[in-house]
């Protein structure tokens, strides 16, 4: 059973950082795609940013210039480092790993943004 432990989340006042790291239990390049998704209350989870086993790395467009995703495959670890976070970035994220038509999903950090 494939296990992705998300850590890294927290409470950070607008214009901080933080880093969220999944940790795999298998081998990173087992999986074609991993990536993260958010769920802001009360809206539906949406994908936030991706990358391929070859590291190719996508984010969504609200994300662009403030986030990076990133693999290290010795530690079968993705990271998602967040700076200039916004109100708007506050939700719960998600690691998503994906194997052929096979989606795993780890169970959550939260990411609050307030001053």
């Known amino acids: 059973q494939v296990q992705l432990v998300e850590s890294g989340g927290g409470l950070v006042q607008p214009g901080g950082s933080l880093r969220l790291s999944c940790a795999a239990s298998?081998?990173?390049?087992?999986?074609?795609?991993m990536g993260w998704y958010r769920q802001a209350p009360g809206k539906q989870r949406e994908w936030v940013a991706t990358?391929?086993?070859?590291?190719?790395?996508h984010t969504t467009d609200s994300v662009k210039g403030r986030f990076t995703i990133s693999r290290d495959n010795v530690k079968n670890t993705v990271y998602l480092q967040m700076n200039s976070l916004k109100p708007e970035d506050t939700g719960v994220y998600y690691c998503?790993?994906?194997?052929?038509?096979?989606?795993?999903w780890g169970q959550g950090t939260q990411v609050t943004v307030s001053s």
């Open positions: 298998e081998n990173i390049f087992s999986f074609s795609v």
């Open positions: 990358i391929t086993s070859g590291g190719f790395a």
């Open positions: 998503n790993a994906r194997r052929t038509t096979v989606n795993y």
